[in-house]
């Protein structure tokens, strides 16, 4: 065992105390104490300074892996092993410089929050390859141009290289590489090279363990290779013999053993491919394994080995397993792909899903992924029942919402219990979360609403056209595909978004907060008994797993739409991290209500009184109140600010409204504020014109009211306010898919795609186009073809009338 040490930052500090092993001494005194003793004096030791040496509260009892993702982020021991198709460059003749220095600073990052990271890396032969061709190309060149006296050199032949002689030659500057990157993070590096021997001989055993230990206890990160210039064979038949034995004849054996010996939380597992691959990938059906089981690999088809290195997949499997069974959690990555190298490592510890995470514990119900798949099969088996047989599906789950009303609110008082015990949620959120006899009554009504109305919702002809004789085209409605609707805090709105996608014949992933889980739980069974009286029960899931939103949203494949329905952060939040899905919602509801000159005194406070203060939580809940400046300091501004104090609304002042005030409230902080509660912003404007204004700039583009008696303004603030949903006379509150008629809704939509406002079946419907012809090709209508082109429309099919 070799070890070298880069200490440049490592002094003593007053109250630490250190006892190195000799092993560890040596290793340091011999190489950089004398270099380094005058700085040591000058120096703050990093770790004991200004930076703390635990960060973050990272303990955990080994003996037993980590069961689920989500759990990898009390990691506090991490190996990262670095495969040669990581660390090396395309032509396999050097280091890709970029990749690895992403690495160290990822590696980096998580040492500063007190984890103890080592890693296992190779690229000492490609590294050594680069330099011995570089002196054998230099020497050739030299000696044939002494020899001819000509500087015209010809092509000159490289010798095979020998392995162990490039890795004599890259060790030193392989850690060179890695001392100068880790210094930029004021962090330390120890270079250890080990052979088979150093694991088989129980006194070497003991010190690598022991020098190990003490550098990670100074901070330090060991940065471990086999010693490849004097490495033996593997011995054969003494691979996989139980914890205690794994031959290292690569450097994912070296892993794997170094893991178990160190009692390592994470071994990470860096490779050119994406994770495990249940067929070889790039064959067409290859496809992604989230998680893998031990025993699984019988079911695994492993191709060839990486285009460097010694290990292929299987090689990695095997080693992955072995670690896992020796206690330690391992995922198998990416670290070359250029989108993902620079955070895969810090992903993979915050749970994120990357690559393929070995788990020795089974959930006990289906993967999302599995969920997906059994709802798109679901939709389309849901899509092609007839309209009488999905409206009987919803008037049935209306019934079980009545007839089974005292379990459901039993569920829902344990989780009203559970919020209020942990003191996690705010009152408006609490509100949101509470279900009633009332609640269920509106969500049956509403229910059987949306039965009526779904008669001819899937498979409608919206166009007919006559391309040409016997040639007859139709554009028909369709399902949308798979819809993911992820919700907080409202288990009401489980049954509605699953009676609109039985209604419009599309599958439906449902991912609810962890506060309704009861309520969630007994909606989405009796979901499932309705469905199951035609069969679909498949058709509608609900999410239990520990899947992260974030990772739900990367399943573009699986998912055709993503619904939000919750806080303005969860809105934005699924907006930055859906990838190639699209997203229907709205971030915000920041309300206008506007008052204007001509306004009627009986009908302003009634408004503004329901548009505030009837559900202020609402996103269709008035959050500025605009009024002309002409009515400031009239009986009608002093009702509106008395109706207000008496519902203990907090008023905000807007610039103008402030400047206008001797003594005015808080001055508002942002025009752009949703608050969600008991609060409002006043803002005085000049004109009608000036309140479009004010509202395109610090509107969210949901729902804004005007208040007016003169039909020439009101039609003007109709015609140019650019929002979903824009009202004149009338409450903000009725910006409902309930309250239009559609029954319910699965979310209002402020964005510029099909649907706008509150969003019900035809908002979770597109469209196909179906062409019936005889025999009918495009050379027929060429310039001295027989046919020619006649396009006319035709009438539509006579709607279903309810």
Known sequence: ???????????????????????????????????????????????????????????????????????????????????????????????????LASIVEQVSVLQNQGREMMIVTSGAVAFGKQRLRHEILLSQSVRQALHSGQSQLKDMAIPVLEARACAAAGQSGLMALYEAMFTQYSICAAQILVTNLDFHDEQKRRNLNGTLHELLRMNIVPIINTNDAVVPPPEPNSDLQGVNVISVKDNDSLAARLAVEMKTDLLIVLSDVEGLFDSPPGSDDAKLIDIFYPGDQQSVTFGTKSRVGMGGMEAKVKAALWALQGGTSVVIANGTHPKISGHVITDIVDGKKVGTFFSEVKPAGPTVEQQAEMARTGGRTLAALQPEQRAEIICRLADLLTD??????????????????????????????????????????????????????????????????????????????????????????????????????????????????????????????????????????????????????????????????????????????????????????????????????????????????????????????????????????????????????????????????????????????????????????????????????????????????????????????????????????????????????????????????????????TTKWLLRGDNHVVSDFSEHGSMKYLHESLPLPQRHTS
């Open 404 to 765: 089974q009303r005292e379990e459901i609110l039993l569920a829902n008082k344990k989780d009203l219990e559970e919020a209020e015990n942990k003191g996690r949620l705010a009152l408006p959120l609490l509100k949101r979360l509470s279900l009633s006899t009332s609640k269920l009554n509106s969500l049956a009504i509403g229910l059987r609403q949306i039965a009526a109305s779904s008669q001819d919702s899937v498979g409608r002809v919206i166009r007919r056209t006559r391309i040409a004789k016997d040639l007859e085209l139709e554009q028909v409605t369709v399902p949308i595909g798979v819809l993911l609707v992820i919700f907080e805090s409202r288990p009401d709105c489980l049954p509605q978004v699953s009676a609109l996608a039985i209604a419009s014949g599309n599958g439906l992933l449902l991912k609810g907060g962890k506060e309704a889980a009861y309520s969630n739980q007994i909606l989405h069974h009796l979901t499932q008994e309705a469905l199951s009286i035609h069969g679909v029960k498949d058709a509608v899931q609900l999410v239990n797993t520990r899947e992260e939103v974030e990772d739900l949203c990367r399943l573009d494949k699986l998912i055709d739409l993503i619904i939000p329905r919750g806080s303005s952060q969860l809105v934005r939040d699924i907006q930055k991290a859906a990838k190639g899905i699209p997203v229907m919602g709205h971030s915000e509801g920041i309300c206008h209500v506007y008052v204007d000159t001509d306004a009627s005194v009986e009908k302003v406070t009634r408004i503004i009184r329901d548009s505030k203060c009837e559900y202020p939580a609402a996103c269709n809940a008035l959050e500025t109140l605009l009024i002309h400046r002409d009515l400031l300091r009239t009986p009608l501004f002093d009702q509106i600010i008395d109706m207000l104090r008496v519902e203990q609304v907090k008023i905000h002042a807007g610039p103008k409204f402030a400047s206008y005030l001797t003594f005015s409230p808080s001055e508002v902080k942002s025009l752009r504020t949703e608050y969600g509660d008991l609060e409002c912003c006043i803002e005085v404007v000049d004109s009608v014109q000036e309140a479009v204004e004010h509202i395109h700039k610090y509107g969210s583009s949901h729902t804004d009211v005007i208040i007016t008696e003169n039909e020439k303004t009101a039609q003007f603030f109709l015609q140019h306010v650019d929002s979903a949903c824009v009202f004149w006379n009338a409450s903000t509150r009725f910006s409902d898919g309930y309250r239009f008629g559609l029954g319910a809704e699965v979310g209002i939509s402020t964005s510029r795609i099909h649907a706008r406002g509150p969003v019900g079946i035809e908002g979770l419907l």
């Open 1 to 99: 065992m070799l070890c070298r040490a880069a200490l440049s930052p490592l002094v003593r500090s007053p109250g630490w105390c250190f006892v190195l092993s000799p092993h560890a001494i040596a290793a340091i005194s011999r190489l950089y104490l004398p270099y380094h003793t005058q700085r040591l004096r000058n120096e703050s030791i990093r770790c004991w300074s200004n930076i703390p040496f635990i960060t973050m509260p990272l303990s955990r009892a080994h003996g037993k892996s980590f069961a689920h993702r989500s759990e990898l982020k009390h990691a506090k021991r991490i190996v990262v092993k670095l495969g040669s198709a990581v660390v090396t460059r395309g032509d396999e003749c050097g280091l890709a410089l970029g990749r």
